[in-house]
């Protein structure tokens, strides 16, 4: 089993920036596709990124795009995703999730979740 721990939430002011990470433990960790998704209250949870095994396939959702960056280490088993630009519609939990093939933005194929972490944006 998979333990995936994410940190850097808070709470941030419009235009400004958080640094995500997700820590990744029981598993080959360069051997999975790392993605983080988020889920605002009353809404179903929704792809933000995704990172292939190597690192060399990244894919965005559009509202995030130029604004966000995930990255991986591999040799430290974590998944960043640095936010930039922030925006009140960007409040939500966050998680990083793994999966053993690249690079699907649907959130039921995935199998290993963290548990969140929450970030707001105020106005």
């Known amino acids: 089993q998979a333990q995936l721990v994410e940190s850097g939430g808070g709470l941030v002011q419009a235009g400004g920036s958080l640094r995500l990470s997700c820590s990744v433990s029981?598993?080959?960790?360069?051997?999975?596709?790392m993605a983080w998704f988020r889920q605002a209250p009353g809404k179903e949870r929704e792809f933000v990124a995704v990172?292939?095994?190597?690192?060399?396939?990244?894919v965005y959702r559009d509202s995030v795009k130029g604004r966000f960056t995930i990255s991986r280490d591999n040799a430290k088993s974590a998944v960043n995703l640095q936010m930039n630009s922030l925006k009140s519609e960007d409040s939500a939990v966050y998680y990083c999730?793994?999966?053993?093939?690249?690079?699907?933005?649907?959130?039921?194929?995935?199998?290993?979740w963290g548990q969140g972490t929450q970030v707001t944006v105020s106005s």
């Open positions: 999730a793994m999966r053993d093939t690249c690079c699907t933005y649907n959130y039921k194929e995935y199998e290993f």
């Open positions: 029981g598993r080959a960790f360069s051997s999975y596709t």
């Open positions: 990172i292939s095994e190597s690192g060399g396939t990244t």
